[in-house]
């Protein structure tokens, strides 16, 4: 009897440990959920947007209107270079109406390959933390066509705010693109205008 009963009180004693064993897991692993949840948030406000159109001119067109889109850009007060070396520009820009920020001042340093690429990354803001990508034309073979790429990081510091960073980014972005597109394929119908012109004389 004392032999039944001991080996009873043995099993009643492993359930146990297998059910605390079990909490416990499950405590672990809440505590590394949030582990997760609290390193994202450190990371929040950080978004990544990329957008690309094809522009019906050539390249060099583009690469103007990339310019002449950055003074008339409704969301720039203003843009100007502060140094300028070979290829490599510091340039200051003051945006504005920026959601969750307001205005927003950066400076930041453009390395250009003429008619090709533009890369761009932050030297300092009074908001952003972290602003850089890079601006890619590629020409058609036959040089009348450019596809326009525009890639972009943004780290604005505000926690939960990825999924709005990211949308606002993109939206803009694009917005942005189609305007750069308009410039530059207005240019080229001027010039095949002028062109024209010159012939019927």
Avoid: C
Wanted: hydrophobic content about 40%; charged content about 25%.
């Amino acid at each position: 009897m004392n032999m039944t009963r001991g080996h009873k009180h043995w099993g009643e004693t492993m359930k146990a440990i297998a059910q605390i064993s079990a909490g416990l897991l499950a405590l672990t692993m809440g505590l590394t959920n949030l582990s997760a949840e609290a390193s994202d948030n450190k990371s929040a406000g950080k978004a990544q947007a990329q957008y690309s159109l094809v522009v019906e001119a050539p390249a060099r067109l583009v690469w103007n209107a990339i310019y002449v889109e950055r003074q008339e850009d409704p969301e720039i007060e203003y843009s100007k270079v502060l140094e300028e070396s070979g290829n490599v520009k510091v340039l200051e820009q003051k945006f504005i109406n920026i959601p969750l920020l307001g205005s927003v001042i950066a400076v930041s340093r453009q390395v250009e390959e003429k008619d090709k690429r533009i890369d761009y990354t932050l030297v300092r803001s009074d908001k952003f933390k972290v602003l850089n990508g890079s601006w890619e034309l590629e020409p058609s073979q036959d040089g009348k066509k450019t596809v326009l790429s525009l890639q972009s990081n943004l780290d604005i510091g505000i926690p939960f705010s990825n999924a709005f960073v990211k949308a606002t980014a993109q939206r803009k972005m694009e917005k942005r693109l189609a305007r750069i597109k308009v410039i530059a394929e207005t240019e080229v119908a001027h010039l095949t205008a002028s062109t024209d012109g010159q012939f019927r004389r």
